[in-house]
């Protein structure tokens, strides 16, 4: 399924695989688009804008390759601050996913 992918879906899938192999449990959209940014500049691909990228999270939560959890955050006062999406792999899969599309990045260059 991954190997069916468009490239910059990959690339944000590659983006959050290495980000939660940094013993995390859940990275941020924010963390992911500044991340994607950076690879794509590194293998010299215009990067897609952020709603570009929040749609290519849309899809891999639908495909079942990521999970996206929204919570509300709230100060002290308890008064809401927000809304964030904390994205996990399902399964624990980063190892497999990067192993198995590290080299993706030297493909596009």
Not at 78 to 101: F, H, P, Y
Request: hydrophobic share 35%.
């Amino acid at each position: 399924m991954i190997e069916e992918l468009p490239q910059h879906q990959k690339i944000v899938l590659l983006c959050i695989a290495k980000l939660l192999d940094e013993n995390r449990q859940v990275v941020t959209p924010p963390e992911i688009k500044e991340y994607y940014i950076q690879i794509c500049q590194e293998a010299g691909i215009r990067p897609r804008r952020p709603p570009q990228v929040w749609a290519f999270l849309k899809d891999l939560s639908r495909l079942g390759l990521i999970h996206q959890k929204i919570e509300n955050r709230h100060n002290t006062q308890g008064r809401t601050l927000g809304r964030v999406a904390l994205i996990s792999i399902r399964d624990n899969t980063e190892k497999e996913i990067i192993s198995s599309m590290d080299h993706l990045i030297e493909q596009f260059k």
